[in-house]
């Protein structure tokens, strides 16, 4: 269950004017319906803001009633970003605690981003005083679609009803200029609410899906592409993005293929007018594939077949129109796509085999085995075979042993049965396809030699015929331990 925070992070959306966009109206509306009360800067606040790699040009702090009728200050942020002061706390002990000193960018985004590979649930409420209207339902729908049509690891599911907490994202409609806001994301999850305001009302679907879209991407941890400076709304106040001596201090890491500087038709930027198409530009999209790139592409399916058993593989996160290759040990007995169902061609197949698709983008192979496990062989280092291990104590009863695996790695054994002289076999289970054998357990003298059957089993049974053995205990003197020995 995810873990849902009423987030104090608040972030005001772009106000539009005909070529640029507003910078006091914004916040006209909250000021008077929520008991706006505005504080005086002081140094600390400045350098909590630069803390967390934001701009602190034209900072504010206002003391404003949620919801819920309390009271709460916030920070004003780059004139449209809002988080409360204790949330910004927050989020300074939590940069120190994981040692976040910097972040990628998008071309910026915060240092809390949204946990990659999973599905996003987004509510347009449609109920209560805080609907949407259609036209900004239908924009929200095509905002999301925006994001599903990324190639992306995130996927988002809309639907459409009264407001549901239990979902990752909320979208409503609440009093206030012609923009939106956005929680922040915290602990891997999205904020919790984007909102738009009624101030949209009358502007064309271009402009709300811009909105949505921007809205929609501070939910993710998506900040300003121009935080530095601002420039989109007509201000040029740099700060630099890696000041000298100090590298990636402002979490502002390049991403390859975007732009270092301003990146005027980015969805992102803090303003916008009203010839903007509520579309990713390709730096945009470069960025977000960067930071929730797909999961690579895999085959699923069993690593061992017995006999001429089927076996059906599947491509993950690939594309739909994958070609497939087989071994020449396999025969294919249907195939699509995303998947092909093989066979060994006879009972009498036993060794490796594989299955390969190749995409559009790559090509991923599935290695597995087929029949009996390969034949036992001792441990060995640097290719030269091992007569016997010795423990860091020496070769005491109890530390001298024998390790043991397969020729095939692949074989999925599960355990060995030792034998000696048609005795009782010892069983020990295989881990990662290896187990030891003590002199011990065995009952091998120092000085002795013994002859021992090693038989590897894995869940299609184990080979007929497996050699045997031969295994020497060296002395004490050989080991190196004895008292008075003399080496050859």
């Known amino acids: 269950m995810k873990n849902y925070l009423k987030l104090a992070i608040l972030l005001f959306g772009i106000s539009l004017i005909l070529t640029n966009c507003e910078k006091d109206t914004p916040f006209a509306n909250e000021e008077l319906t929520n008991d706006f009360v505005e504080y005086e800067i002081t140094e600390e606040d400045i350098l909590k803001i630069r803390e967390l790699n934001f701009n602190p040009f034209e900072l504010r702090l206002i003391s404003q009633k949620n919801s819920d009728g309390t009271n709460e200050k916030y920070y004003i942020i780059e004139e449209d970003i809002m988080i409360s002061s204790d949330q910004v706390d927050k989020m300074i002990s939590s940069k120190k605690t994981s040692n976040q000193e910097s972040s990628k960018s998008k071309q910026y985004h915060s240092n809390n981003t949204v946990d990659n590979n ?3 649930t987004v509510r347009g409420v449609n109920q209560g005083g805080e609907a949407l209207t259609n036209e900004q339902q239908t924009a929200l729908s095509e905002a999301i679609q925006n994001y599903n049509d990324l190639n992306i690891g995130l996927d988002f599911v809309l639907t459409f009803g009264a407001e549901d907490n239990s979902l990752d994202i909320n979208a409503i409609q609440i009093t206030g200029g012609a923009g939106g806001r956005g929680d922040f994301p915290f602990n891997g999850n999205p904020g919790q609410i984007a909102r738009i305001f009624t101030g949209t009302n009358g502007l064309n679907a271009n402009l709300l899906r811009h909105i949505w879209t921007h809205e929609i991407g ?24 890696n000041p000298v001596g100090i590298p990636n201090a402002n979490g502002a890491n390049h991403i390859p293929g975007t732009p270092t500087g301003f990146d005027p038709t980015s969805v992102m930027i803090s303003c916008f007018d009203n010839l903007v198409l509520g579309e990713f530009n390709n730096n945009d999209i470069i960025a977000l594939e960067f930071l929730y790139p ?13 006999g001429t058993t089927s076996q059906t593989y599947t491509l993950i996160n690939g594309d739909s129109s994958a070609t497939w290759q087989i071994s020449s040990n396999l025969q294919t007995i249907s195939l699509t796509g995303t998947s092909i169902t093989v066979s060994p061609i006879n009972s009498l197949v036993s060794g490796s085999a594989y299955v390969k698709a190749t995409t559009t983008t790559t090509t991923i192979q599935k290695d597995f085995y087929i029949g009996k496990p390969s034949f036992p062989q001792l441990m060995t280092n640097s290719g030269v075979p091992y007569d016997v291990f010795s423990l860091p104590a020496g070769c005491e009863d109890g530390n001298t042993y024998w390790e043991f695996n397969t020729s095939n790695a ?11 002289s048609g005795g009782t076999p010892i069983i020990k289970t295989a881990i990662n396809g290896s187990a030891k054998l003590t002199a011990q357990e065995l009952g091998i003298l120092e000085g002795q030699t013994l002859s021992v059957t090693v038989r590897p089993v894995n869940s299609c049974g184990s080979q007929g015929r497996v050699p045997v053995i031969t295994l020497y205990r060296p002395t004490d003197c050989e080991c190196g331990i004895g008292v008075g020995c003399v080496l050859p």
Do not use: N
């Open 118 to 120: 999973q599905t996003i």
């Open 410 to 420: 692949l074989d999925q054994v599960s355990e060995f049965q030792f034998s000696v």
């Open 294 to 306: 797909l999961p690579l592409p895999k085959i699923s399916g069993a690593s061992l077949t017995c």
């Open 218 to 241: 501070h939910t993710l941890g998506l900040r300003h592409t121009d935080w530095f400076s601002r420039e989109s709304c007509g201000t040029i106040d740099p700060e630099d993005i």
